[in-house]
């Protein structure tokens, strides 16, 4: 079991090792959905993710594996999904746009780099298509992955008002432009050389989402407010 750390320790969680980033399949859905069904009060089905990855001309899904992972849910036999993210691609092919539509973790593994490292490949599938700009909403008390997201660029444009409907929480809109850009391609790189720092330095509080299921590294001290809506870390 991972060690949870003091609170207030500003060197974060120590990165998950040996994590690969490789396409979703079928195989990795019940590895997918013991995570949905952990972190979200209304979960995809696994019939969605199915139909999703029927789409790929349109669908970009990755999942993150680990052979080292422990948690709730999570078996040894075989290096274990950790995370997923995915990518809607919109427009033509002179003027492509990408939306984030999921990223996941599992809540044994919050704040080890696992979303980091699924955007820095998620994001350089997205330049290869040739995608100029991205977006993706985010819980609007979620700050914490707010301030992952605009490292990689995202900066926020907008509010939905009432977009999680399960609470009628607002969902921050946030793009990231000039993809095809030196620039951006310098900025994965950075984020790219972090993979192996500590999570959860940022600064950003640890949240208390009742309906997160086994969440390991949660500081024990000045808990944070329950916060309603849907959970992307």
């Not at 609007?140 to 009432?162: D, W």
């Amino acid at each position: 079991m991972v060690a949870q750390p003091a609170a207030g320790d500003a060197s974060g969680r120590p990165a998950l090792a040996d994590v690969v980033v490789v396409p979703m399949r079928r195989r990795h859905l019940r590895g997918v959905m013991a995570i949905e069904e952990s972190v979200y009060p209304r979960s995809w089905s696994a019939s969605l993710f199915a139909s999703e990855l029927e789409q790929p001309e349109t669908r970009r899904y990755l999942v993150a594996l680990s052979p080292a992972a422990t948690g709730r849910g999570l078996r040894r036999r075989r290096p274990v999904v950790v995370g997923y993210a995915g990518l809607l691609l919109q427009g033509d092919p002179a003027q492509r746009e990408g939306h984030v539509t999921t990223v996941a973790v599992h809540p044994a593994h919050h704040r080890r780099k696992v979303a980091s490292r699924l955007l820095v490949a998620l994001l350089g599938e997205a330049v290869e298509l040739g995608v100029e700009a991205a977006t993706l909403e985010v819980r609007a008390a979620n700050r914490g992955a707010q301030r992952l997201y605009s490292g990689f660029g995202f900066v926020p444009v907008g509010v939905r008002p009432g977009y999680y409907a399960e609470t009628g929480e607002d969902a921050v809109i946030m793009w990231a432009y000039e993809l095809q850009s030196a620039d951006f391609t310098a900025r994965l790189a950075r984020q790219a050389a972090r993979l192996s720092q500590p999570g959860g330095a940022s600064g950003a509080p640890d949240l208390h989402v009742p309906w997160v299921k086994g969440r390991v590294g949660l500081a024990a001290a000045q808990p944070s407010p329950p916060l309603p809506g849907r959970w992307r870390d």
